[in-house]
């Protein structure tokens, strides 16, 4: 294939990959930004250049990154195109949390020295917020402010390798199924991921195409996105609720970072059990450590379902910048993905 050079900037988010492009080498045409994602899903020309960026040499199998496209309206500074190895996301929190950074570092969004500042970003499930705290000239915090977040279904029953289990199903900018990873006789440790990755591969497959992976206002949105699962680490009596999670998404990717929109659907999870009180803080850490702390700006109604505005605080980290090509002798394009 034939390829021009493609400019990223690279950033990490509580240990997870976000390789961003600010001026993709291809056509991403839409009405809108969710539009444009259906479109993507269908151009081979954009589907080979997320190969390239995303498999291996240049990439690897957990790799995840977006195309910046044009916002909606002048409401929001940008757009973006989630993408993994498997193809495009519906939602990405650290992703968001990267991005904030990142339109601030560029000054594409103007910002106080010491202070903050809402970049304001248009992703496939809707409009969202990074919202940059600043100290002395760099960036030092980021609260992602997501869109409302809901309980799809509580408890449901399914069937795995390890015995049937109970899950909740929530929306948090996409869809995750969720359940204690002792359910499965497993902890959220870096020497149990194959493991966990098979589980939550499973129960994936068992639920997508049920009428619990339907979003109820857009079927775009629908579709289990990912399995979280977690460890109950206790609640102590300022409210805050401590668990420790690895959401497995895609197909078998495992999310290095607590993962931003999960733990806003375990934020829409946990308030619906009552466990997270409008004033009460989850303190969410990742399989490597990372922390996420995450809390309720305001309650909303959905298709008349409750619903929770999350707020997910994180920081971002730049890695680096890469100017990537393609060889046209290379007989291993657009790569592989070797786990």
Known sequence: MELEP???????????????????????PGDSVADRRVRAMADQAVQELRRVL???????????????????????????????????????????????????????????????VDVVVD????????????????????????????????????????????VDVSFGGAIYAQLPASAVGLSV???????????GR???????????????????LSGIYGTILFDDLGDDADGRVHQRNVTIFADGQVDRSPCGSGTAARVASLAAEGRLAPDGTLVHDSIVGSTFTASI???????????????????????GEHRFSVDPHDDLVPGFVLR
């Open 6 to 28: 493609v400019a990223t900037v690279d950033y990490h988010t509580g240990g997870e990959p976000f390789r961003i492009v600010p001026e993709p080498p291809v056509g991403l």
């Open 54 to 116: 995303c498999y291996e040499p240049r990439g690897h199998a957990d790799m995840y990154g977006g195309f910046i496209v044009p916002p909606e309206d002048s409401g929001a500074h940008l757009g973006v195109l989630f993408w993994h190895k498997d193809g495009f996301s519906t939602a990405c929190g650290h992703g968001t949390i990267a991005l904030g950074v990142w339109a601030v570092d560029t000054r594409i969004v103007e910002a106080p020295e010491s202070g903050t």
């Open 123 to 166: 992703v496939p499930s809707g409009r969202v917020v990074a919202r940059v705290s600043r100290e002395d000239g760099h960036a030092s915090a980021v609260a992602f402010v997501n869109v409302p977040s809901f309980v799809l279904a509580q408890q449901v029953a399914v069937p795995t390798s390890r015995g049937e289990v109970r």
């Open 189 to 199: 440790a870096p020497e149990h991921a194959g493991e966990l990755i098979a589980i």
């Open 202 to 220: 499973e129960i994936k497959s068992a639920l997508n195409g049920t009428e619990h992976a339907q979003h109820p206002t857009d079927p775009r």
């Open 297 to 319: 700006e305001e309650h909303v109604t959905v298709d008349g379902r409750r619903a929770v505005v999350p707020v997910v605080s994180g920081m971002a980290y730049r890695t």
